[in-house]
């Protein structure tokens, strides 16, 4: 079974929906965080949370919020989705440096 | 502000030979960089690793080189293998802050 999942692997919605993508890990790790990938510019962090309590805004928050809703989960939502948050989505964990990474989730926003 | 930069979006090489993927970076905090490599359809997963305090890591057919002075690191991947083709991402992080990614260079290994 994989440490770190994702679900939906892919989801098409329209503009001005809300929708949320969640995250689940079995490795035991505080640390968990949120990334797109767009072609050309890599991995961008939207949100990381070193446990529980302790959530903060990445590189590319706005439009974005989270809830950590135990050590296990982390999910992330869209407010109000527009096509420019189409992209892969990521979740990841991490003990020290080394992140974990789920296998992705596909957006998009028509 | 990319602190994090891979200007190669791609390299072919030929099965056998030699892979060098080159990093930039201009944070000077950052104190541990790692590499990632991803196949299509799955998450990145984790390759090498090196901290500040040493200028190269050895893993196999896998070496990063860093060059502070320069603010630059790479990864040699020798002999380069088939199965090696995928997207490399160099990352790079500063204590308890977040990491910073590179946009990623598609290697391409060819029999």
């Known amino acids: 079974d994989a440490d770190v999942t994702q679900t939906p692997r892919n989801r098409i919605t329209k503009t001005g929906k809300r929708i949320m993508l969640e995250c689940s890990q079995t490795?035991?790790?505080?640390?968990m965080y949120w990334y797109r990938q767009d072609p050309g510019l890599g991995l961008q962090l939207i949100y990381y949370s070193f446990d529980v309590k302790d959530i903060n805004k990445g590189e590319i928050s706005d439009g974005y919020s989270v809830s950590r809703q135990a050590q296990a989960k982390f999910s992330l939502s869209l407010e109000s989705a527009i096509p420019n948050q189409t992209a892969l989505y990521f979740c990841?964990?991490?003990?020290?440096?080394?992140?974990?990474f789920g296998p992705g989730t596909r957006l998009t926003v028509l | 502000d990319q602190q994090v930069k891979q200007n190669s979006p791609s390299l072919s090489v030929q099965e056998g030979r030699i892979s060098i993927l080159n990093c930039d970076y201009t944070?000077?905090?950052?104190?541990?960089f790692l590499w990632y490599k991803k196949y299509p359809a799955e998450g990145p997963t984790f390759l090498i690793s090196i901290s500040s305090i040493k200028d190269k890591n050895e893993d196999g057919r896998f070496t990063v080189f860093l060059n502070k002075s320069a603010k630059h690191l790479s990864l040699h991947i020798v002999p380069s293998q088939p199965g090696d083709s995928a997207v490399y991402f160099c990352?790079?992080?500063?204590?308890?802050?977040?990491?910073?990614f590179g946009a990623g260079t598609r290697l391409t290994v060819k029999p």
């Open positions: 990841a964990t991490s003990e020290d440096n080394e992140q974990f």
């Open positions: 990352a790079a992080s500063s204590g308890r802050d977040d990491m910073r």
């Open positions: 490795k035991g790790h505080d640390r």
């Open positions: 944070n000077s905090m950052f104190d541990y």
